[in-house]
């Protein structure tokens, strides 16, 4: 057993990752390479990919580190509201904040046309603003989680030795969350460049790279060219991933508890209770559109109330694509959050070699893009009986967000003591019912948060899915797609809602479902 | 008085990767006694105990209890308890729960676990707090809980790893004072890690300093008192206590 779990573990990676993407990459050949290399639209796509990408990391990161600093070090009040709603951009799809930015200043766009402006929202300016939008939250909760985790001790030092408070934010804060900063850039600038939903529905003619290779493998059916861009788009991951490894996280004392430090009201909190509420709006105003759309006769023109939007999404079959996604999230979360436990257990647990290749395949998809991931699995499992089913979209998703729920897990083991299975060991105790009635109860918190990464990314996720879903049964996201192609703008909306309020109710069971366990 | 080998350990060596933890390490443990291993941080105790209880294979070396050789023995067939300085308690179960959790799987029946449970919770003085979690508790009463459930399955030895180092002095003091009791009482064999040469002299029949995985010296407190085998033990132990001592005279005098 010792020995197979392992071994199992490796097969199913090889399996789900290695095979899919060696295939992908069997695919290219010298001369493709060389001709996607030399092509004046590889070119183009790549300066635009990579100037979007970064104007909008540095946007995002600037945005959400002054939102996480606001809600962590100030006294101003809502910071449970504020958290809530700098979140919400989590539970849509990334097309569907285009679409809203679209929806509010595109042609139609109802600012446009309230203070009549002259904004061309297709093109850079539109894939920066609805990046920023997809990868703010993402950034906004890395930054609060970090700022939450400070020892409050060395700014009590310096507010004792008379050291300004700015000078407290430049020479104690950003030294600290120097590392985060540098990992969490490349992170952002990676899901920015690898995500083709904003600049799809956006972008106009200014083409990116993900959009590129989306045109080539999924409507063109072009896989050479599709892998050449696949394999490109893995190396911006593969940086982040680099860095984070080569730039390990300081060990933590853990003789001393972090002193919590206190909020104490300043001048300065009406400027950051402003700040926050613009973000809350900028963030609320696309969603409130998508509703106001789905339910509006003819957006922005006549916003005389309809369902007549919501029955022709439901009879192009929204409703069974809806549970089409509801059992692919639900297969994805109960596979992903126990095969991510099991992985998680053993690399903590185990010693040796093994403990130390199961860690590293774990967090080895993180450095693979979806889009690339779902291309490789086209064509490695095509003829397969499994391809075109609701379970290879399960088994995508399951793997393609791996790592960051296998990382949640480990985190958390890593501060229960190893001493409580030895324990069960001298008392006889089976490592399993250790494990069941130990273990499990320990870290059921972070089980639930698994759950709901696996669910909600599998129930909004476009990237890997586009390729595999076959035309029905598909998942529900993907009919963003479908009806944007279609103009059916209210359609796209309704669904992105349907997304929406799904992620959210699970959101909300599952946070009650933590504070009961908490309770207990 | 004929004295009973309990547990004999020989020739034991341990290395991590090239860095040698036990150097043939060789000892016995007379049946019934408070034994302890004495040694500054990195010494090499802590894997020795574990090497004693079957958590760690040794590289060399035997281990025998009751003249039986166990070295390969699982953990739980050895018959011992352990002990572990951060009480390893089962934190989701109450007090008596954690006490009885164990017994289920030796084939006991709920009413003789349930006699039992009680009546450790009784030798450690925690019958009034068997329904509390132990985030409730105290560290000293968590320890106590921690003993409790090491002596359930009344094992004839106990290893103490560090077990009063996270607790403030009046707590470890009551806690000697409890260890020595249950000793006496139920004649259990102790086997105690530690770094406080006080405390290792205040509770032990024996005591063997341990020195970079090497053994100094074995003997009781009086004999390595005034015949140190060695400027280590001279140093590590008895000047140690002696610089203690001097300090605590200036106020009693």
């Known amino acids: ?520 | 008085m004929d004295v009973q080998l309990k547990l004999q350990a020989r020739e034991i060596s341990k290395a991590y990767d090239n860095n040698q933890v036990l150097r043939r390490v060789n000892f016995a443990v007379h049946d019934g006694e408070f034994f302890s291993i004495l040694g500054s941080s990195g010494c090499g105790k802590t894997t020795l105990l574990q090497i004693l209880i079957g958590l760690l294979d040794a590289d060399d070396g035997q281990i025998f209890k009751d003249g039986i050789d166990i070295t390969t023995f699982e953990p739980a067939r050895r018959g011992m308890g352990i002990v572990f300085q951060n009480y390893a308690l089962f934190d989701n179960m109450n007090v008596f729960r954690n006490v009885s959790y164990a017994l289920q799987f030796h084939g006991v029946e709920t009413d003789s676990a349930t006699r039992k449970a009680n009546q450790m919770l009784e030798i450690v003085g925690l019958k009034n707090f068997a329904s509390k979690m132990p985030a409730e508790l105290s560290g000293g009463q968590q320890q106590r809980v921690a003993i409790a459930r090491a002596l359930a399955l009344e094992p004839d030895i106990i290893l103490f790893d560090e077990p009063l180092s996270a607790l403030d002095a009046s707590t470890r003091l009551d806690i000697r004072r409890e260890l020595k009791n249950i000793q006496r009482t139920l004649g259990t064999t102790m086997i105690y890690v530690t770094h406080d040469q006080e405390e290792a002299f205040a509770l032990s029949d024996r005591v063997m300093i341990l020195e970079r995985g090497i053994v100094n010296q074995i003997g009781s407190p009086e004999e390595i008192i005034t015949a140190p085998a060695n400027d280590y033990v001279q140093t590590f132990v008895i000047d140690n206590l002696r610089t203690k001592f001097d300090s605590l005279r200036k106020f009693l005098t």
């Open chain 1, 1 to 520: 057993m010792k020995k197979f779990f392992p071994v199992a573990a490796i097969l199913i990676f090889v399996a789900g990752v290695f095979a899919p993407l060696s295939s992908l990459f069997m695919r290219i050949t010298p001369e493709s390479f060389a001709q996607v290399m030399s092509s004046p639209q590889f070119s183009n796509a790549l300066w635009n990919s990579i100037s979007t990408g970064l104007i909008a990391t540095i946007i995002a990161l600037t945005l959400a580190l002054t939102a996480a600093w606001s809600l962590e070090r100030t006294a101003i009040r809502g910071k449970n509201f504020f958290t809530v709603i700098f979140g919400v951009p989590m539970l849509i799809p990334s097309i569907s904040h285009s679409f809203g930015l679209v929806a509010l200043f595109g042609a139609n766009g109802w600012l446009t046309n309230l203070f009549a402006l002259d904004v061309n929202i297709y093109g850079a300016i539109g894939i920066v603003a609805g990046s920023v939008m997809y990868a703010f939250p993402v950034a906004f909760f890395i930054f609060m989680s970090v700022l939450h985790c400070e020892d409050g001790a060395p700014y009590l030092a310096a507010k004792v030795l008379g050291v300004p408070r700015s000078r407290q934010f430049l020479d104690l804060t950003l030294p600290y969350l120097k590392r985060t900063i540098i990992s969490t850039f490349f992170a952002i600038f990676s899901m920015i460049v690898t995500d083709y939903g904003v600049p799809l529905m956006i972008g106009g003619k200014t083409l990116t790279l993900s959009v590129l290779m989306y045109n080539k493998a999924v409507a063109m059916m072009d896989y050479s060219t599709g892998s050449v861009l696949g394999m490109i788009l893995i190396v911006p991951a593969l940086i982040a991933f680099l860095a984070d490894v080569l730039n390990p996280a300081p060990k933590q004392n853990d003789f001393a508890k972090n002193i919590r430090l206190a909020e104490k009201k300043s001048g300065a909190d009406k400027i950051i209770l402003a700040f926050c509420v613009i973000l809350s709006l900028l963030i609320v105003a696309p969603i409130a559109t998508f509703c106001v759309m789905t339910f509006a006769a003819k957006y922005p023109f006549d916003m005389s109330f309809t369902l007549y939007h919501v029955m022709r999404t439901i009879h192009r079959g929204a409703l069974d694509n809806w549970l089409n996604s509801l059992i692919i999230a639900l297969v994805s979360s109960i596979v992903g959050t126990s095969f991510s436990f099991a992985l998680a257990y053993f690399s903590t647990r185990a010693n040796g070699l093994a403990a130390k290749i199961i860690h590293l395949l774990s967090i080895l998809p993180m450095t693979i893009p979806g889009i690339a991931l779902g291309l490789g699995y086209v064509i490695f499992f095509h003829d397969a009986s499994i391809y075109g089913t609701l379970m290879i979209l399960a088994a995508v998703n399951v793997m393609h967000f791996f790592s960051s729920p296998y990382l949640m897990m480990r985190n958390t083991l890593e501060k229960i003591s190893a001493n409580v299975e030895a324990v069960g060991k001298v008392l006889g105790v089976p490592r399993r019912f250790i494990i069941r009635d130990v273990i499990l109860p320990k870290v059921r918190f972070t089980l639930c948060e698994m759950f709901a990464y696996f669910f909600v990314n599998a129930m909004m996720t476009i990237s890997a899915v586009s390729y595999l879903a076959p035309p029905a049964p598909k998942p529900l996201a993907l009919m963003i797609t479908q009806f944007e192609a279609q103009r059916l703008m209210e359609s796209a909306a309704a669904v992105s809602i349907l997304i929406l309020l799904t992620n959210l109710a699970l959101k909300i069971f599952m946070t009650r479902l933590q504070k009961k366990l908490i309770a207990r």
